[in-house]
T-cell receptor, first 108, second 112 residues
Framework: KNEVEQSPQNLTAQEGEFITINCSYSVGISALHWLQQHPGGGIVSLFMLSSGKKKHGRLIATINIQEKHSSLHITASHPRDSAVYICAVRSTGNQFYFGTGTSLTVIP | EAGVAQSPRYKIIEKRQSVAFWCNPISGHATLYWYQQILGQGPKLLIQFQNNGVVDDSQLPKDRFSAERLKGVDSTLKIQPAKLEDSAVYLC??????????FGNGTRLTVT
């Protein structure tokens, strides 16, 4: 069993749609990260959060520590949002665990 | 701020050959990670350094993989000899403690 589970694995949306990607984890964490990976590209850190909610432009990340769950929302999705979104947690032992990613395709 | 630098960007070798990857982390980042990412999967940690000491190498196939970070800055990851299943992207990342993790662009290795 993976320490970090993401859903869905694949997601296709029409431009303008509201998108939600979910992440559940089973270890004690000091922080949760949402990462973005474009095809052939490196990985970019979108958010690091340990409680509550963060917003950056059209992206919103929330975390519920009690339920060990986080969501990444994209409002007014755009084709340039097409990428793989990875949830990762830093455990209290300072180790990183990664989800397998959600592949998002936004169609114009 | 300069990002995490990795080289080479791509490498193609035959099985049983050797290969080495280089990583220069962000200046001041004490923690350095090497990850292996096979197509369609999330990154898998190979080794984690804190300065020049190894924190976690439990998933490093030590019979063929080795890594070092001699002066606590740059790091090299070596595979000797390579197998077909080693074909993957090798990602280097660095971070400060309790801070966002920064990834390099990776080295895409193809073993034929």
């Amino acid at each position: 069993k993976n320490e970090v589970e993401q859903s869905p694995q694949n997601l296709t949306a029409q431009e303008g749609e509201f998108i939600t990607i979910n992440c559940s984890y089973s270890v004690g964490i000091s922080a949760l990260h949402w990462l973005q990976q474009h095809p052939g590209g490196g990985i970019v850190s979108l958010f690091m959060l340990s409680s509550g909610k963060k917003k950056h432009g059209r992206l919103i990340a929330t975390i519920n520590i009690q339920e060990k769950h986080s969501s990444l929302h994209i409002t007014a999705s755009h084709p340039r949002d097409s990428a793989v979104y990875i949830c990762a947690v830093r455990s209290t032992g300072n180790q990183f665990y990664f989800g397998t990613g959600t592949s998002l395709t936004v169609i114009p | 701020e300069a990002g995490v630098a990795q080289s080479p960007r791509y490498k193609i070798i035959e099985k049983r050959q050797s290969v080495a990857f280089w990583c220069n982390p962000i200046s001041g980042h004490a923690t350095l990670y090497w990850y292996q990412q096979i197509l369609g999967q999330g990154p898998k940690l190979l080794i984690q350094f804190q300065n020049n000491g190894v924190v976690d190498d439990s998933q490093l196939p030590k019979d063929r993989f080795s890594a070092e970070r001699l002066k606590g800055v740059d790091s090299t990851l070596k595979i000797q000899p390579a197998k077909l299943e080693d074909s993957a992207v090798y990602l280097c990342a660095s971070s400060l403690l309790r801070a966002p993790i920064h990834f390099g662009n990776g080295t895409r290795l193809t073993v034929t």
